[in-house]
């Protein structure tokens, strides 16, 4: 079985902080993928990035970057000169093949609340 | 481009009742998935219809169902409503084309809150 755990339940900066959110995952598998989603005040998750499991580059998009370690299982996800728009909750999420291919297995979420 | 429409956007309903809930996907999307987010449990996976075939199906009772139909908009039913069935359902779309099982992107519509009483 699969999972993914945020530890931090919420985080709360002052504009302009960087900020880094965690995620552990499980699985057994050695081929899977992991996804980071946001989801704003309106509802619907917003796409951030896929990652499968056999590249370990890190990568940087803007003022996002993530950064994955399968040594320590980890796919951790930093805000760099964090913006009140960034606001929302964000997701990690884990997918391996076989099954429904497009069956995600969710963090519980960081709420992550950026102060003017 | 539209994007995942859901419909209704909000409902209340009493303890008992049944409800359905539509999505209409991406154009030229023929995967379609449901999950449910609660505050308790978080986002869970409900089932997945590619061409009206449901293909996997989560650990929810038989009391969810769903269903999709050949312009790939899917349905989902919840019959004898119970409190805890108060959440946000969401739908997602992936595209045709599975090159890699897995690793398609899933987007998103903005859901749909019911409330039961």
């Known amino acids: 079985a699969q999972k993914v755990t945020q530890a931090q339940t919420e985080i709360s900066v002052v504009e302009k902080e960087d900020v880094t959110l965690d995620c552990v995952y499980e699985t057994r598998d050695t ?11 309106s509802g619907e998750l917003v796409f951030l990035i896929r990652r499968n499991s056999f590249d370990e580059q890190n990568e940087i998009s803007g003022r996002y970057s993530w950064n994955f370690q399968k040594s320590t299982s980890s796919f951790n996800f930093t805000i760099t000169a964090s913006q009140v728009v960034d606001s929302a909750v964000y997701f990690c999420a884990l997918s391996v093949p076989g099954g429904s291919n497009y069956k995600l297995t969710f963090g519980k979420g960081t709420l992550l609340t950026v102060n003017p | ?97 599975q090159t890699i099982s897995g690793a398609n992107v899933l987007t998103f519509g903005a859901g749909s809150r019911l409330t039961v009483l």
């Open chain 2, 1 to 97: 481009k539209a994007g995942v429409t859901q419909t209704p956007r909000y409902l209340i309903k009493t303890r008992g009742q049944q409800v359905t809930l539509s999505c209409s996907p991406i154009s030229g999307h023929r995967s379609v998935s449901w999950y449910q987010q609660t505050p308790g449990q978080g986002l869970q996976f409900l089932f997945e219809y590619f061409s009206e075939t449901q293909r996997n199906k989560g650990n929810f009772p038989g009391r969810f169902s769903g269903r999709q139909f050949s312009n790939s908009r899917s349905e989902m039913n919840v019959s004898t409503l119970e409190l805890g069935d108060s959440a946000l359902y969401l739908c997602a779309s992936s595209p045709p084309g």
């Open chain 1, 31 to 41: 081929t899977y993928y992991l996804f980071w989603y946001k989801q704003p005040p």
